[in-house]
Structures are given as structure tokens and as C-alpha cells.
């Protein structure tokens, strides 16, 4: 078992619904695209990260687009027909390195497996964690990018730092 720091942006958006005016977080992977509305009132990553995060495949350019899109399909398929709120203007993108516990194990003979587990919450993960987990081990490695990426060191190479 080890952490690892996923990259995420940070998207947060304006909307306004019957003259009222309020935020919304979304949480956008770096690597898969993901989009996940998120609420920030219980859980805050540690922005002092000094571990070796992955570095994210996309921008904050892309991450905004991503998320706008993303709550713009959020509205129109919440239920009801009352007035729905419109999307203001984006309010912050910040890159952060959401932590997760990864456990290794084999599935069948010769088949690794992983399973994530929230390292903030305590919870299960679902699929897009795992697949943005696979997409960064698997992704070129970038300046930012962990030692171990994407094969884990052997003891010789720890003797060598």
C-alpha cells in the first residue's frame, strides 16, 4: 500500500438563481477529465503538499472548459421545471494534489490490481479515481512527476540517492 497525489483543478464558478448569487467547487482530474461537484465545507487537501505529485496531462485552460460543460449538463438534467441557475462567470482555477491510499493485489495469477481509498475521507473510490490513477502511472513523466513513476524503484536505487 502507498499515497499518492493525484492532480486536480479546483474550478469554481458563479451562479445566479433568482437573484441569488452562489458558488459552486468543481473538481476536475488532470489526467482522466473527470468532473465532480465537491463540497470543500469537510474536506480541505493539505496545500503544503512535499510529496512528488503526478503532474497533470491537462491546463487550467481545459480544466475550466471541462467544468463549465460539465455544470452545464449538471443543470439541465436536474429534475424540475422551475427556474434553473445560470452559470456566471468562473471565479478561480487552482491545481491541487488530492491524496489517495492505492492497496496492490492480485487478482488472478500474474494480474495486478488496484483499489483507491479516499486518504482525506476514508472512503471507497469509484471508478474515476482508479482510472485517473492508472492514467498517471501511465502517462509520460513530467518535470514534477514522482521517482517511482511509472515503475516503482528497486532497493539498489534507493542506496543510489
Known sequence: MEAVWLPYFRVTVETHRK??????????????????????????????NDRQPF????????????????????????????AKP??????????????????YFERRRG????KLLDALTGQHTGTKAKVAFLAAITAKPGPNSPAIHPIAPTPRDWAQQ
Open 111 to 114: 494480474t495486478i490490481d488496484v
Open 86 to 103: 445560470t452559470i456566471g462567470r468562473t471565479t478561480s482555477v487552482t491545481q491541487i494534489h488530492y491524496p489517495f491510499w492505492v492497496y
Open 55 to 82: 503532474d497533470a496531462a491537462i491546463d487550467e485552460a481545459q480544466a475550466e472548459h471541462i467544468a463549465r460543460q460539465g455544470l452545464v449538463r449538471f443543470v439541465m438534467r436536474s429534475p424540475g421545471w422551475g
Open 19 to 48: 437573484g441569488k448569487t452562489e458558488t459552486v467547487d468543481a473538481l476536475i482530474g488532470g489526467h482522466d477529465s473527470s468532473f465532480t461537484i465537491f463540497d470543500w465545507s469537510t474536506t480541505q487537501p493539505d496545500p503544503s
